[in-house]
């Protein structure tokens, strides 16, 4: 089994930062965390979840959702099993809980935009954006 941990939420006045954090621990069918593409999924208030960033398993790709483009910067630390998500020029429509999650299957990257695509996910770490 797979858990995840996000750490780094918090409460930011509009165009703050913040840097999400996910590590990772466990293995599944002896795979290890390099083998997995991540993601980044948040649930803004009385919303459905959506998918905001993801990475390839190789960490040569990434995805972003049309709204955070050119301000979220997604990446991984393999050795020291993390994933990470910058957010810069946050808006108060950023505000949600944001989740990381593993994708299902190793050395791929289907269904990383979908949350069908994703196999293991964290408890969620809240981020408040004030105006």
């Known amino acids: 089994q797979v858990q995840l941990v996000e750490s780094g939420g918090g409460l930011v006045q509009a165009g703050g930062s913040l840097r999400l954090s996910c590590a990772a621990s466990g293995r599944t069918s002896g795979r290890t965390f390099s083998a997995y593409a991540m993601g980044w999924f948040r649930q803004p208030p009385g919303k459905e979840q959506e998918f905001v960033a993801a990475i390839s398993w190789s960490g040569t790709d990434t995805y972003y959702t049309d709204s955070v483009k050119g301000r979220f910067t997604i990446s991984r630390d393999d050795p020291e099993k993390t994933v990470y998500l910058q957010m810069n020029s946050l808006k108060p429509e950023d505000t949600a809980i944001y989740y990381c999650?593993?994708?299902?299957?190793?050395?791929?990257?289907?269904?990383?935009?979908?949350?069908?695509?994703?196999?293991?996910w964290g408890q969620g770490t809240q981020v408040t954006v004030s105006p």
């Open positions: 999650a593993a994708n299902a299957r190793a050395f791929t990257n289907v269904g990383l935009t979908t949350k069908g695509g994703y196999a293991y």
